[in-house]
């Protein structure tokens, strides 16, 4: 089988257009939207051009997507979401590469797939669950096989919405800066193990600083790859 052919860009982009109105009835991408999609799709899609479009773009770090409130990030993540599943479950229903690993292997290594958690929940989750929410999204944060952590598969989650949460969340009186946490442990694991974050937010580099500390604005400078999404609410 030849992998490549399943990723040529126009199915990508019948992909796009299908879940995008699965999300957002009557979805287009207009002539800001379609610079944005192509450069984060060249990312997902580990296209090697990427590095090319900034200096400090690397395929092995995460993503940060800024832009104002309504401009469409949390819908992009939600529709790259979708299209990097579809090809998940293409080839996990190949039975070649259901069962021999090295075989799945050598398919998605054309992309990389992530999981979607709200900022806003995760402090929420914590107030009632507590340090057990923080380990699963760092240290407990890998593929399963056989019931137990692939720790040479880490997970790539992205945190959509980052400073819409309550800033300090409490477990029987043990306050934490939730998002703080995660993003300061998935650094270090970023450095030992290359797992990758992906950030939407509508922070400015000043907001995330006053937000989270100067230490998180720092590492996130290290471990993501930022992609400015213009425009204005489109809800209004």
Same mark, same amino acid.
Request: aromatic share 16%.
């Given at each position: 089988?030849?992998?490549?052919?399943?990723?040529?860009?126009?199915?990508?982009?019948?992909?796009?257009?299908?879940?995008?109105?699965?999300?957002?009835?009557?979805?287009?991408?207009?002539?800001?939207?379609? !610079?944005? @999609?192509? &450069?984060? %799709?060249?990312?997902?899609? /580990?296209?090697? =051009? $990427?590095? +090319?479009?900034?200096?400090?773009?690397?395929?092995?770090?995460?993503?940060?997507?800024?832009?104002?409130?309504?401009?469409?990030?949390?819908?992009?993540?939600?529709?790259?979401?979708?299209?990097? !599943?579809? @090809?998940? &479950?293409? %080839?996990?229903?190949?039975? /070649?590469?259901? =069962? $021999?690993? +090295?075989?799945?292997?050598?398919?998605?290594?054309?992309?990389?797939?992530?999981?979607?958690?709200?900022?806003?929940?995760?402090?929420?989750?914590?107030?009632?669950?507590?340090?057990?929410?923080?380990?699963?999204?760092?240290?407990?944060?890998?593929?399963?096989?056989?019931?137990?952590?692939?720790?040479?598969?880490?997970?790539?989650?992205?945190?959509?919405?980052?400073?819409?949460?309550?800033?300090?969340?409490?477990?029987?009186?043990?306050?934490?800066?939730?998002?703080?946490?995660?993003?300061?442990?998935?650094?270090?694991?970023?450095?030992?193990?290359?797992?990758?974050?992906?950030?939407?937010?509508?922070?400015?580099?000043?907001?995330?600083?006053?937000?989270?500390?100067?230490?998180?604005?720092?590492?996130?400078?290290?471990?993501?790859?930022?992609?400015?999404?213009?425009?204005?609410?489109?809800?209004?």
């Amino acid at each position: 089988m030849n992998y490549t052919q399943t990723f040529k860009p126009k199915n990508v982009i019948e992909l796009i257009y299908k879940y995008g109105n699965d999300i957002v009835p009557g979805f287009y991408l207009n002539d800001i939207d379609v !610079k944005v @999609y192509d &450069r984060v %799709y060249r990312y997902f899609f /580990k296209d090697q =051009y $990427f590095e +090319s479009l900034q200096p400090s773009y690397r395929l092995n770090k995460g993503l940060l997507v800024l832009g104002n409130v309504g401009v469409g990030k949390s819908v992009m993540l939600q529709v790259f979401y979708d299209v990097l !599943k579809h @090809y998940n &479950r293409l %080839y996990s229903n190949i039975p /070649k590469l259901k =069962y $021999f690993s +090295s075989e799945l292997d050598k398919a998605t290594e054309h992309f990389q797939s992530f999981e979607i958690y709200k900022a806003n929940d995760l402090s929420g989750l914590y107030s009632k669950s507590g340090y057990e929410i923080i380990e699963q999204h760092t240290v407990k944060s890998y593929m399963r096989q056989n019931g137990i952590n692939n720790k040479d598969y880490p997970l790539s989650i992205c945190y959509d919405d980052l400073g819409a949460e309550e800033q300090y969340s409490s477990h029987y009186g043990c306050k934490v800066n939730v998002l703080k946490e995660i993003l300061l442990k998935r650094y270090d694991l970023f450095m030992a193990k290359n797992m990758r974050t992906i950030i939407t937010t509508n922070l400015s580099s000043e907001q995330i600083q006053s937000y989270y500390g100067e230490r998180v604005l720092s590492r996130l400078r290290e471990m993501v790859n930022v992609v400015k999404y213009p425009g204005f609410d489109r809800r209004k």
